[in-house]
Every structure is written in C-alpha cells, then in structure tokens.
C-alpha cells in the first residue's frame, strides 16, 4: 500500500510533495554509503597512495627514460665547459685589476707622505730607499738583489711569445730598461703583493705640491697582486711603474759577443759620482791612480765605483769590438774616427736600454790619460763612431763587464 502525503505552503507558494518510497530511498542510499565509505577507509586511503606512487613510477608518460637523464647531463656538463672558464677568467682579471688599483693608490699615498715630509730624495742605494719605505707602508720581507727569487717569483712572462725571464738575473735597474745605476730589492708587503725596486738617484721632492706623483718620480717597480700564485704573466697578476721593459742579463746584455766582452750593466756615470775624497779613500780598491780622483763630483771615479772596480769597466779593445758589433762590420777603427756607417737600431737599442734612443751615446772606457784628469771614451753616432779622450762628464754612459 503506498501512503502519499501532501504539505502545502501557505501564502500561495507552490506545494511540494515527496512520495515516502522516495525517502525511504533516499535514507538507504546514506546509509548504504555511510557503511561503505566506513568499512573502508583506511583501506581506501592506502589503495589511493599506492596507486598515486605507482601511477607515478610506472607511467610511461611521467617518468624519464635512463637514455634522457644522461643526455640532460652531458649538455649541463657541454654547456659548464663552455661557460664556466670564461666566468673564472673575467672573476680573476676584475680581481687583479681590483687589487693593483688598491695596491697603487696604498705606494701612492705612502710616497706621497715620504715626500711631504722630505724623506723621498737623496738615497744612494734601493735597499736605504726601501729602508726608509717600510716606516710609511708595512713591508714583511726584504730580499737583496742576490736572493731575489726569496722574496719573488722564479720566472715571469713578460712576453707570451717569448720565453719566461729568469728573475734571479733581475739585479739591477738596468733590467729595466733604465740606465739608473742603482741595484733592485725584492720586498714583500702585508697585503701579499711581491714587488721588485729600483730607486731613482735622480730624484726630486717637492714637499708643497699636493699633486706630485711620488711614485713615479722614485722607484721603478715590478708587482705581482697574486703572491706567489700564477699565472705569472705581464698583463695579467703582473703589473709595473716605469719599467721600460724585463730584460734577463744576469749573464751578458749581448749573449752574442759574450766571447769578447760580456756586459753586466749600463748606466749614465751621473747617477753614480763621488766626491773627490772618498774616492781617494778606495783608490787601491777601485784600482786607479791618483789622476783617478780628480774633481769633487767624479763621474767616471763614480762609475768605476758603481762597476765594483777598474777591471769591471768596459776596455778600449772591448768598447772596438761593441762597435763592429752595432754597425755591422769589421772595419772599425781602435782609435780615431770611422765614418760612412750604418747603425744596426735594434742592436743599439739593446746596447743602450734607455726608454729613449737618439742615435748619439758616448761610453766612457776604464782608461785615464796619464798626466791629465781625462778619460778615454767612444762615441756612437748613426753614421759614425769616434774614439777620444774628455774630462769630466755626467751625461756619459758607463759599462760594467764581467771579469776583465
């Protein structure tokens, strides 16, 4: 028997009628999905993690393939080759760069205090200069000229297409390019930069001018920001101030006349004169007589000085042989004038390491004239070479040599 059941709403709203079966149905239907959705929960939950994992592991849809995984690494790995060196070289050359504009602006300012305190000029040697350096900028090691490669690196390219520089040759200035006279230091300095010194003799100080460069007027300097580190190279870890260029001449300047004479130094004779007394007081050391000490500013006294000995100045028969060397013939007179020559500029500019080269150079020898204050000396011009005696002067060049 169905029973139906009418409710009316009032105020004219439509009826609405509901059979009993249909709530009876309705009812059974909750429940039946209450009882079902109980019973099984927590197996449910567990079937749809498994079947999630699973889905995701099995899928040939979502998973990579063992074949894609080593081909995705090999073009990372393709791509690391290709990038990764050029970032490391640009993070390196900023670093480098960083450190000298740091380092530069430090010598700078510490010379710049030695000036205006009037301590930069009137040192007779780079290790007295350095002496005096260490009080305005902290340097933790000092290596004389003997033990250079104690305090700097062994070897440097200066030139990528030569081979490196010996840098235990580096002992004087003139390794420089410079005709100072003076010898170099090695130092190292708190902030790890290594750096060799030649100081300028000829230097000026000028304690009221705020814009006087300090640096460059005292020292030529070669620094490596890198410390001990490589590469090692000009351009890169190495910079300088005033070096002309490096030049190996622990040996001979001209390897090719090493036979006849073996160079070991060129310098102007101004930049290393004595006074008239002390050079009296080491003629037998000097071995020159007692028309040697001659005036009171003696340049050539000074040379000999500089040279360590008489012996180790340049000879008439060698200064013959340099110039048969630098004009490219034989027929070069001992003595006197030879006239109608060509000068070999690339071997002249080796002979003479100035930054500037004018074709006219005088070079005294290790010979006074016996009754007068007058050296003997050769002049090399572009066309010709002349040999003469002269007395006293500062703008002649002096060459040392080894074991004469």
């Not at 099995?58 to 090999?74: G, K, N, P, Y």
């Not at 002249?348 to 080269?357: E, K, M």
């Not at 150079?361 to 003469?388: H, L």
Request: one cysteine or more; hydrophobic letters at 35%.
């Amino acid at each position: 028997m169905i029973i139906k059941k009418a409710f009316t709403l009032t105020e004219g709203k439509p009826a609405i009628t509901n059979t009993l079966e249909t709530a009876k149905e309705a009812r059974s239907t909750i429940i039946h999905d209450k009882t079902r959705h109980k019973a099984t929960e927590p197996a449910s939950c567990k079937f749809l993690i498994t079947q999630s994992l699973s889905h995701l592991i099995t899928s040939q849809r979502a998973a990579f393939t063992l074949a894609e995984v080593l081909i995705t690494l090999a073009v990372i790995g393709i791509v690391a080759v290709l990038t990764i060196p050029g970032l490391i070289k640009n993070h390196n050359e900023k670093a480098w760069s960083t450190a000298q504009d740091v380092f530069t602006k430090r010598l700078e300012v510490a010379t710049r205090q030695m000036n205006t305190e009037e301590k930069l000029a009137g040192y007779s040697s780079t290790r007295d200069f350095v002496n005096e350096l260490k009080k305005y900028i902290k340097i933790t090691r000092v290596c004389d000229n003997d033990n250079i490669t104690k305090c700097f690196d062994k070897e440097v390219i200066w030139n990528v297409n030569e081979k490196p520089i010996d840098m235990s040759t580096v002992k004087t200035a003139a390794s420089f390019g410079l005709d100072w006279g003076t010898d170099t230091v090695a130092v190292q300095f708190a902030n790890g930069v290594n750096a060799i010194i030649a100081y300028n003799p000829n230097t000026t100080q000028d304690p009221y001018n705020n814009q006087f460069s300090a640096t460059s007027n005292s020292m030529a300097i070669l620094y490596d920001v890198s410390g001990n580190q490589n590469p090692n190279t000009f351009g890169k870890d190495i910079n300088n101030i005033n070096v002309v260029k490096l030049a190996d001449i622990s040996g001979c300047i001209i390897p090719e006349l090493a036979n006849v004479v073996c160079i070991t130094n060129i310098f102007r004779a101004r930049n290393t004169s004595i006074n008239k007394s002390e050079c009296l007081g080491k003629r037998e050391e000097l071995g020159i007589n007692q028309y040697g000490c001659y005036y009171d500013d003696d340049n050539w006294a000074g040379a000999i000085n500089a040279c360590g000995g008489k012996n180790n100045m340049i000879s008439q028969s060698q200064l013959t042989e340099l110039a048969k060397y630098i004009y490219d013939t034989d027929n070069i007179n001992s003595t006197g004038s030879t006239s109608n020559l060509t000068m070999n500029l690339d071997k002249a500019s080796i002979f003479f390491p100035l930054s500037s080269f004018i074709h006219n150079y005088s070079v005294y020898s290790n010979s006074y004239q016996t009754r007068t204050a007058s050296v003997y000396y050769r002049e090399f011009y572009e066309t010709r070479t002349e040999w003469d005696y002269v007395t006293n002067r500062p703008d002649y060049i002096a060459i040392c040599v080894a074991n004469n």
